[in-house]
């Protein structure tokens, strides 16, 4: 604080100006030991706004700030002239905390009589820590609000005054639940005195329902985290406000173009592409078309199926990557399924000089599961074998059913994945180096979708390790209870 005790006499006009701009807490007394004045500093250590403590007695003023004790001792300093600090006085915040502060009153002659300068300043090294502790409260992006146990604020950051419209000597020693829509207080009453008991870091709002409520009313979308502050007057509970509005918005923004982009894709280009592939189809009747045409036209075919199967997949990806794959669940034949797959792949397989074949059980398989999601899985994989497996190789599924479970491998004689991480296969893009340098065909998104259909089905897909040539894939799914084993 700075000193006030001065031979020449102060001008009260001064001395008001110089208390209110000091960055310390103080508070002006007549000789009667009644509040004058009290600066921000003051108001805030107390918790009290400057109207509540003019014109009280020092011994009145923050409860406990000033018992008796100090009564008699600005009697003390007015009549003695001499400087007096009192070590650990208590002092009540109007929060209910109390904490020990160190008061020096200073005596000062002015126009209007003699007066006591009292300077509040918390304790050697707490008040450091003090000091740094609200510093570091101030320099929050995030809004920030220390409350007890009872969910009275016990303090704010100047992005709490800027983001609620309050000041702080109107929020310090309120409910919490000032801050919260009435809708939410109830339950919010009820989630705080619950945290309390088990005090945690953590975070609310991460689902963009959490509202917070400003002074004019008005509401707003925000994510709270919560931490637990363990402090010599007890358990206080820090919360980080951040204001989501503006990544709302985006989101919602984002959202828009998705759907725009999405109608786009399928109406742009799996429309014509289906279209191309129902004429080519008729096409393949006409008697009038050369060799060389049917050859052309098996070109136009091959390609636009594989298009159509390129947007499909960026279609179910983005699905996936929204919301999570939505399957249909019912009682199929895994058999039957896995079978149909294997027959649409034959032309590829032929087209391409490979034998395929398929070894199964010989009897239903039945599990739940959604047999078109089931079928693309299988599709993926075979179209992945047959991609790298060379001419004269070979494809082989086999289906087996193992107690409560069924497997699947899909075996080729193909090139292998090498030194490649055999996780990194199913990550979204990826593709091997060989399959880039070859410019094999394919986006990298089949083993992806495969894995995303299997483990919404409960099941497992890996790389099999085996000391032949080629790579196996293995899909396991749970059987439905009662099926049959081998």
Known sequence: MEHLQDAEQWEYGALSDMVLKSDDAIVLADAQGVVLLANAGACEVVGLPAEAMNGTKVQEFGRETMHEFQHVAVGAVVANNVEI?????KLKHSSGLTHSVDLTM???????????????RESNEKYRQTKLFRGLLEAAPDGMVIVNRDGAIVLVNAQVEELFG?????????????????????MHMAFRNGYVSEPRTRPMGMAGDLHARRKDGSEFPIEVTLSPLETDEGLLVSAAIRDISERRRMQEETDRVKDEFFATVSHELRTPLTSMIGYGELMTDLEELSPQGQRFLSVIMRSAERELRLVDDL???????????AIRSAEIDLERVVREAVEAARPRAEEAVLSLSLETPGIAVPMYGDRDRLGQAMDNLLSNAIKFTPAEGSVRVVLRSRGPSAEIDVIDTGVGIGDEDPDALFERLFRTPDAVAQQTPGAGLGLTIALAIVEAHAGTIEVVASSNPGTTFRMTFPLRPGASSD
């Not at 600090?85 to 006085?89: E, F, H, I, K, L």
């Not at 005596?107 to 300077?119: E, H, K, L, N, Y």
């Open 85 to 89: 600090t009192v070590r650990d006085a």
């Open 166 to 186: 309050y000041r702080r000597a109107e929020l310090v020693g309120e409910q919490v639940e000032i801050l919260v829509p009435d809708r939410y207080s109830g």
């Open 315 to 325: 279609l179910t990806l983005v699905a996936i990557e929204e919301s999570g794959l």
């Open 106 to 120: 200073t005596p000062t002659a002015t126009d209007r009589g003699p007066m006591v300068a009292i300077g509040i």
